[in-house]
């Protein structure tokens, strides 16, 4: 069984940071894709930001591209989300994703397997 743990979450200020992390055990987590997406209230899952298996290539989407940073560490088995300059649109809660079919970047949530229960991130003053 494969079990994602996301943390890191939390309120922060508008232009704040906060870095989630998301440990997941049960896979070969150096062999597989990764991806972190978000869910607002009454919007649809989408993604954030994607890293294949290595570490050595990444993907952002348009709305926070610039501002955030997806990066893991193999040894640890630890996918990282730095989130810089947030804003409210940001709020939503965010999911780590593992993909067990490809070691490529992935950026359909279809194409993911399996995925952590979530966090909260809320940005507002």
């Known amino acids: 069984q494969v079990y994602l743990v996301e943390s890191g979450g939390g309120l922060v200020q508008p232009g704040g940071s906060l870095r989630l992390s998301c440990a997941v055990s049960?896979?070969?987590?150096?062999?597989?894709?990764m991806g972190w997406f978000r869910q607002a209230p009454g919007k649809e899952r989408e993604i954030v930001a994607a890293?294949?298996?290595?570490?050595?290539?990444?993907y952002y989407a348009d709305p926070i591209k610039g501002r955030f940073i997806i990066s893991r560490e193999n040894a640890k088995n630890t996918l990282f989300l730095q989130m810089n300059s947030l804003k409210p649109e940001d709020t939503a809660v965010y999911y780590c994703?593992?993909?067990?079919?490809?070691?490529?970047?992935?950026?359909?949530?279809?194409?993911?397997?399996?995925w952590g229960q979530g966090t909260q991130v809320t940005v507002s003053s």
């Open positions: 994703a593992q993909d067990v079919n490809s070691p490529w970047i992935v950026t359909e949530k279809d194409d993911y397997d399996f």
């Open positions: 049960g896979s070969a987590f150096r062999t597989f894709a």
């Open positions: 890293i294949n298996s290595v570490g050595d290539r990444t």
